[in-house]
């Protein structure tokens, strides 16, 4: 699996967007691009995955570079419920096998 | 839709004594179950992948006489920390394929305290 990188910690204004951006440059061409976040003392909660195509549901945004080499979390109006850690993950697949998790992003949300 | 369960939430028990944990998909089925490993501070360590009817796969390292799993069910997957100790304290999570959706879920952990 690709590996990913991401920023170890981020601050967001409450109401304003996240974006929490991600750099898996040794993508290949069969990997998803998959984002958990973990809520502290939970388990990890699915957000969103994409391939190459910008994919949007009801929690966030996901914009994946034309190259593939990076992708943004967007979460379009943070709330303070939103302070969490957030992975990006690459996995082959549609990514229902097991996921290997890095350390993350932690969000603040701050009011 | 797409609940996973867990039980118990938190535990504590003696050195030496067993624990079994309990994983469930609530409103689908799950032919894979996987089991993680959350250490203080730490990102979670994938410890097993359960596959309903057969042997789990352990990752590297981690020990398969003392983390034994069974997943005899489509809905149900355990975990037993056999002859548990102080440094098997952690926070273990289950996770549950949905085929329909190809998703991953996770339960909400269990705490487990080895005195």
């Known amino acids: 699996d690709a590996k990913t990188t991401q920023p170890p910690s981020m601050d967001c204004a409450e109401g304003r967007a996240a974006n929490l951006p991600c750099n898996h440059s040794?993508?290949?061409?069969?990997?998803?691009v998959y984002w958990y976040r973990q809520i502290h003392s939970q388990g990890p909660q699915y957000i969103i995955h994409?391939?190459?195509n910008n994919e949007t549901n009801e929690m966030a945004s996901l914009i994946i570079t034309e190259d593939r080499k990076s992708s943004t979390l967007i979460l379009p109006h943070a709330t303070l419920r939103d302070t969490a850690v957030y992975y990006c993950?690459?996995?082959?697949?549609?990514?229902?096998?097991?996921?290997?998790f890095g350390t993350g992003t932690r969000l603040t949300v701050i009011p | 839709g797409a609940v996973v369960s867990q039980h118990p939430s938190w535990v504590i028990c003696k050195s030496g004594t067993s624990v079994k944990i309990e994983c469930r998909s609530l409103?689908?089925?799950?032919?894979?179950m996987f089991w993680y490993r959350q250490f203080p501070k730490q990102s979670l360590m994938l410890m097993a992948t359960?596959?309903?009817?057969?042997?789990?796969?352990?990752e590297q390292g981690v020990e398969k006489d003392k983390f034994l799993i069974n997943h005899a069910s489509l809905t149900l997957s355990t975990l037993t920390v056999t002859s548990a100790h102080p440094e098997d304290s952690s926070f273990y999570i289950c996770?549950?394929?949905?085929?329909?959706?190809?998703?991953?879920?996770f339960g909400p952990g269990t705490r487990l305290l080895v005195l």
């Open positions: 996770s549950a394929r949905d085929v329909g959706r190809e998703t991953q879920y």
């Open positions: 040794t993508i290949s061409g069969n990997e998803y």
């Open positions: 994409g391939l190459k």
């Open positions: 993950i690459v996995r082959v697949g549609t990514g229902a096998n097991n996921l290997f």
């Open positions: 409103d689908f089925q799950a032919t894979t």
């Open positions: 359960s596959n309903e009817g057969s042997k789990a796969t352990y």
